[in-house]
């Protein structure tokens, strides 16, 4: 007696394995990790150069995706050497005692096919702050070497005193040197595991 067609397309579907969650880990050489602050009229841009990241994305179910993120804030370069120097020291990032800048996702919420609001505890000096990134998916392709590739990026805006970077000086005209607010960039190619 032959089985109904629903039942053995049922016992395939059984059968089959579950789609898993691509891990994609950053390709620091083809990624950023850059930031902008006023200073006096201007603005001054600076890079990290040394950072690691982990993507778990997971299309079937969204909730089961993360991202990790650490970057070693020495690596601090704004092109001038004596003011990373400074970037470096208590004033600022105190890298001697607070080596490394985290995130780590909690919660992640598809709002379309290429956008996210990741959510988890950002740490910076010591200080930790639940912040929400929009991210943005920016596709997948095969590099020149036959190696798959996703796009990840965001963009947002932290105001350092919430990190206890308190660092300023008082203007003889009124104002401050530096602003509070620092826009942040981060671009990432990453390379399926």
Known sequence: MKKPLIAVALAALLAAPLAAADTWVVDPGHSEVSFQVRHLMSRV?????????????????????????????????????????????????????????????????????????????????????????????????????GKVRAGFSTETKLDRKEFGINWNKALDQGGFLLSDEVNVEIHLSTKKQ
């Open 45 to 145: 841009r600076g890079v990290f150069r040394d950072f690691a990241a982990t993507v778990v994305k997971d299309d079937a179910d969204v909730t089961k995706s993360s991202v990790e993120f650490v970057i070693q804030a020495t690596s601090i370069d704004t092109g001038i050497a004596d003011r990373d120097k400074h970037l470096r020291s208590g004033d600022f990032f105190d890298v001697g005692n607070h080596p490394t800048i985290t995130f780590k996702s909690t919660a992640i919420e598809k709002v379309s096919d290429t956008e996210y609001k990741v959510t988890g505890p950002l740490t910076m000096r010591g200080v930790t702050k639940v912040i929400t990134l929009p991210v943005t998916f920016d596709g997948v392709m095969n590099d020149p070497a």
